[in-house]
C-alpha cells in the first residue's frame, strides 16, 4: 500500500488520469472490508493514505467525476475508524 501511496504522489493528473483513477479505485476497494470487526491495514497506513489523497486535492477538484466519486469513497471508508 506504501508503494501505491508514492505513485500516487509523484504523478500528476493531466498525464496520468487513468493511473491515478485505478490506483484511488483500489484503495477505495481495499478499505471497503477494513472494517472495525477485521482490520486490515495499520492506523499508519490508514494516515498514510489520508494524507497522500488529501495532499493531491486536485483529485477532488477535477472535471473527471469518476476520480472525484472514488475519492470521496476513500474518506468515507476511512472515516469508518477513529
Request: proline content about 2%.
Amino acid at each position: 500500500m506504501t508503494k501505491l501511496c508514492e505513485a500516487i504522489q509523484k504523478r500528476n493528473l493531466d498525464d496520468n488520469e487513468e493511473f491515478l483513477l485505478n490506483a484511488v479505485s483500489c484503495i477505495t476497494n481495499l478499505l471497503y472490508y477494513d472494517t472495525a470487526n477485521m482490520p486490515l491495514l495499520t492506523p499508519e497506513m490508514r494516515a498514510t493514505i489520508f494524507s497522500t489523497l488529501n495532499s493531491k486535492q486536485f483529485l477532488l477538484a477535477t472535471k473527471n467525476e469518476e476520480i472525484q466519486i472514488e475519492t470521496v469513497r476513500v474518506m468515507s471508508n476511512l472515516s469508518r475508524h477513529s
